[in-house]
């Protein structure tokens, strides 16, 4: 069964830096889409950053120059590099995978989702 392990969430002052990691485990086959995304109590979870398998990359308007995505095929990694953070960036983060696995039926391609992890920033 495939679980998305996250790390690096934490507290940190206005204008400091995280760095979010992202690694699934378990059997896989392919990972194509990447993503983060953020909730905060009685919002919907938006988009942060994605990253397609040949590295095209999409932001939120509101972490554009100051958020970074990246991800390694070889360790089927996913980090998200937050700079210049802000007390609005407080949240959980999420990442998701669209991973494929190979079942007894035959490959399946489904959205995974990690647990999430939080991030606060003071002002």
């Known amino acids: 069964q495939v679980q998305l392990v996250e790390s690096g969430g934490g507290l940190v002052q206005a204008g400091g830096s995280l760095r979010l990691s992202c690694v699934p485990s378990?059997?896989?086959?392919?990972?194509?889409?990447m993503g983060w995304y953020r909730q905060t109590p009685g919002k919907a979870r938006e988009l942060v950053a994605g990253?397609?398998?040949?590295?095209?990359?999409n932001y939120a308007d509101s972490v554009k120059g100051r958020f970074t995505i990246s991800r390694d095929n070889a360790k089927n990694m996913v980090d998200l590099t937050m700079n210049n953070l802000k007390p609005a960036d407080t949240a959980v983060y999420y990442c998701?995978?669209?991973?494929?696995?190979?079942?007894?039926?035959?490959?399946?391609?489904?959205?995974?989702w990690g647990q999430g992890t939080q991030v606060t920033v003071s002002s």
């Open positions: 378990g059997s896989i086959f392919s990972i194509s889409r």
């Open positions: 998701s995978l669209r991973i494929v696995v190979l079942r007894p039926g035959g490959f399946s391609e489904d959205d995974y």
């Open positions: 990253i397609s398998e040949d590295g095209g990359t």
